[in-house]
């Protein structure tokens, strides 16, 4: 069963030697595999539709949960299997499915854990595998994205803070199960599995395997307030928290938006053009090496 690794030079810090990794895993047990680096956004989707003309059974991302999405998204349809190397900032994906965060012993993974079928969702169009949303998350991703400098996650959580000052809500609705909602949310979140990454359990509820996808709308209250519910992001009793939060379950949701609004898929920053953002689930679209 040959592997093919697409690695992201640039994610997070832990990428180093990765090289040398897969070779003392697979070409010491003459298991054949090849490898490419990723070179720009959207490369490893480019990589990975190559490596499924190839031939190759598994195609295995090396990098954060971008580069994960995008090589998934080459995926879908087709008999390959996706590997994960978690190698990113957040690594959600990966905490989803209880993967080890070391290269090491994900690599070793590969070699003895079952495929699992877990459902992905579509917005507008395009993958994403853990959450997508709107609001201050997805300003986050964009300013994020567009900084040089270092990654991981306290930078990240620098700029959280940044934001969470300087972001105003605007009016939005989400139409789900013949019901319309409105409202001005400080975020709202569509999560297909528990977290968004880094341990946060936005969607205590939500199960990657499911056939549905979860909605998280949170309200901005104050920076106090919003500090002291912290714990119940982390520990996954953010819905303990019904003056902040509301929580829905459906197969689709349409979130009706100003025209330029901000979008994040898995943390990649996307902008809807016409004020229409459809998000679908794509129930068990998707095959994973990964514990049971």
């Not at 998934?72 to 994906?93: D, M, R």
């Not at 306290?154 to 972001?167: A, D, T």
Request: charged fraction near 20%; proline fraction near 5%; glycine fraction near 10%.
């Amino acid at each position: 069963m040959p592997y093919f690794f697409i690695v992201n030079p640039k994610a997070g810090h832990k990428r180093k030697n990765i090289a040398e990794l897969i070779d003392n895993v697979f070409r010491a047990r003459n298991i054949h595999c090849e490898i490419e680096f990723t070179t720009k956004r959207g490369h490893a989707r480019e990589l990975a539709a190559k490596a499924v003309t190839q031939g190759f059974s598994n195609v295995v991302a090396v990098g954060g949960d971008g580069t994960i999405r995008e090589t998934a998204s080459a995926l879908i349809g087709h008999s390959q299997t996706l590997g994960i190397i978690p190698c990113g900032s957040g690594n959600g994906l990966a905490r989803n499915l209880y993967l080890p965060l070391d290269a090491g012993a994900c690599l070793r993974g590969l070699l003895d854990w079952p495929v699992r079928e877990i459902d992905a969702g579509l917005a507008n169009g395009e993958l994403f595998l853990c959450s997508a949303g709107v609001g201050l998350d997805a300003e986050l991703a964009r300013d994020y994205n567009a900084r040089k400098g270092r990654r991981g996650i306290l930078p990240y959580l620098y700029h959280g803070v940044l934001q969470f000052f300087k972001y105003r809500p605007v009016p939005m609705a989400a139409v789900f199960q013949s019901k319309r909602v409105e409202f001005e949310p400080l975020l709202a979140a569509v999560l297909n599995g528990r977290q968004y990454g880094g341990g946060a359990q936005i969607a205590p509820d939500a199960y990657l395997d499911d056939g549905l996808l979860d909605l998280v709308v949170v309200r901005k209250t104050g920076f106090l307030k919003t500090i002291r519910a912290l714990p119940a992001l982390f520990n996954g009793a953010l819905t303990s928290h019904p003056e902040l939060v509301s929580y829905f379950k459906a197969q689709l949701f349409e979130f009706h938006c100003r025209k330029g609004t901000a979008y994040h898929l898995d943390g990649e920053d996307f902008v809807c053009d016409t004020g229409l953002l459809k998000i679908t689930v794509l129930p068990k679209g998707l095959k994973v090496k990964a514990p049971r």
